[in-house]
């Protein structure tokens, strides 16, 4: 004991033994370091306290990033909805959560029917192929409408047609759609289940004829609407305007004649000519497409069973008739230059088919209607 405590033994000392003691006690207490020689990590003497050690942790070991190890701190569900800090890390319940509700995805609309503006969470990043949102729409829209996402600009908001080409989109309020960027537009992908049956006007093929008894009041095909374009077959009306040049009319009735010339980008009737057939009173039948054709009597002549089985009235020369009796003629007739004065006979009833309808045209029994062409 005295040796392990520095002194050298000595028989005559009675003290030493304790002195040795003391010496040894006074050694072996423990000495805690500081915060600093804690953090520093020099110190070899001294004990580090449960305090001591976290400090000294958290000196070298910082949280993590995307380049550092560290300590990690997770993101609660409000921070994992919101998509905006990136310095914690999401669990798979708290990820499953947000996948569920598309709090990522899910906006809705803000602005005019012409242009819209989505905020999503997350601020969007600058347009991209299959950048995706789902969007409900706060109002109808009308015209070529837009879309402005984070406030990053304008791009049109489009749809496919039945032929698969993009044309504006027609959405309805409180419609929800999946819309995605292809990079150059925003193209809606659910498009309204009833948009083709409620809107007939977008199901007639183009160059179809639509007949309307208008003369009540029954509405025409919207103009404006970015999907189809139809024109009034009837000249010098307003409906046309924009869509008809070169408009011609010329004649009187039966043969008024009344045309003009399609001008749509787009429209595979621009630069046709069209005929105004509400204006010129034309009937439309099976044939060439396109083909006009004046009105025409089957070529006849008139005979009469008193004058003989196959007379013709019509024949050149000096005709004799003799009638002696018929009150349905009059004064008797003897002789007519049909080669000088011809013959006029009058069209009367036949006794059974009534009295004769006669004017300036020939035609069927019909009832008037506007007819309208779709052209786009």
Known sequence: MITSAGAVPDEANTGQLLTAIDKKIESSTVSFATQAEAEAGTVTSKV?????????????????????????????????????????AVTPKKLASTVQSQAYLAVTTTGTSTAYAIAPNYDAAPYAPNQRFFITFHIASTGAPTL??????????????????????????????????????????????????????????????????????????????????????TAGDAYNAGFLTSESVSGTKPQLLASAVVSLAGSPFNGATVRLINTEGRFIRAG?????????????SFGDPRLGAGYILSTPGNVNISYSTGADYGTVITRIDVATTGVQLAAKTDGTNGTPRIGNETRVKSMGATFYLRIK
């Open 48 to 88: 580090m306290s449960p305090a001591r050690v976290f400090q000294a942790i958290a000196k070298v070991v910082t949280q993590a990033t995307e380049a550092k190890f560290g300590w990690l701190k997770l993101a609660t569900q409000t921070q994992t909805n919101n998509g905006l800090d990136d310095a914690t």
């Open 148 to 233: 402005n996402a984070s406030g990053r600009g304008n791009r049109s908001l489009k749809m496919f047609d039945y032929s698969g080409a993009k044309i504006p989109a027609v959405v309805y309020a409180g419609q929800m759609s999946d819309v995605v960027c292809d990079g150059l537009d925003f193209i809606v992908l659910d498009q309204p289940p009833q948009y083709f049956t409620q809107d007939l006007w977008a199901f007639q093929p183009i160059g179809a004829l639509i007949s309307l008894v208008d003369n009540v009041p029954v509405p025409a095909p919207p103009l404006g609407n970015p999907n189809y374009t139809y024109i009034k077959l």
């Open 288 to 300: 060439a497409p396109g083909t006009i054709e004046a009105d025409q009597f089957q070529g006849h």
